[in-house]
């Protein structure tokens, strides 16, 4: 085999690697994304309607929430990694400058500052999950920033999806 055929080959093969780590990886965003979108959707449009009635509904709410949480943090450092390796690997180039002068760039930049607002409303809301349980007040407080950082997380991810799509599509 000659030089230029050795060469060819290893660069096809390496070609063949990164595509097929670059489709793994964007399957693995998919189905996060998917994880977090859908247990969002399920909790207040199946979820609290049927446990509505039920004698431990509080109870039911805080086990299931505690176990969203669990997944929905170990989903949120996937797509963080997922993220990242997806422009990598489709050679985006990730330099500040590309970042900050390309459109391509300035999406991928929203999409990290979006990211950062689920994960804060994710923490307070965690955190005043926590003071619900030592008073009645923090109680009734809770209720209203748990509906409302819900919406908020529900519509900032559905953003994060669209930007996605138009990223997916070469903005």
Not at 64 to 71: D, E, H, M, N, Q
Not at 85 to 91: K, T
Not at 150 to 158: Q, W
Request: hydrophobic share 55%.
């Amino acid at each position: 085999m000659t030089k230029d055929k050795q060469v060819f080959f290893l660069n096809y093969k390496f070609a063949f690697l990164m595509n097929t780590l670059y489709h793994i990886s964007v399957w693995l965003h998919i189905i996060g994304v998917s994880f977090w979108i859908g247990g969002m959707l399920f909790l207040p449009l199946v979820l609290l309607p049927a446990i509505k009635s039920h004698p431990d509904r509080s109870n039911l709410l805080m086990v299931t929430g505690l176990k969203f949480r669990f997944y929905g943090y170990i989903v949120m450092a996937l797509l963080l990694v997922t993220g990242i390796s997806n422009a990598y690997l489709r050679g985006i180039d990730l330099s500040w400058k590309f970042l900050i002068i390309s459109r391509y760039g300035k999406l991928m930049i929203t999409k990290l500052i979006l990211f950062s607002t689920i994960l804060a409303v994710s923490l307070i809301h965690d955190v005043q999950a926590r003071k619900r349980l030592l008073s009645e007040k923090e109680n009734r407080k809770f209720k209203i920033i748990a509906r409302w950082s819900g919406r908020i997380l529900l519509i900032v991810s559905l953003v994060m999806a669209y930007i996605g799509v138009v990223l997916s599509r070469g903005a």
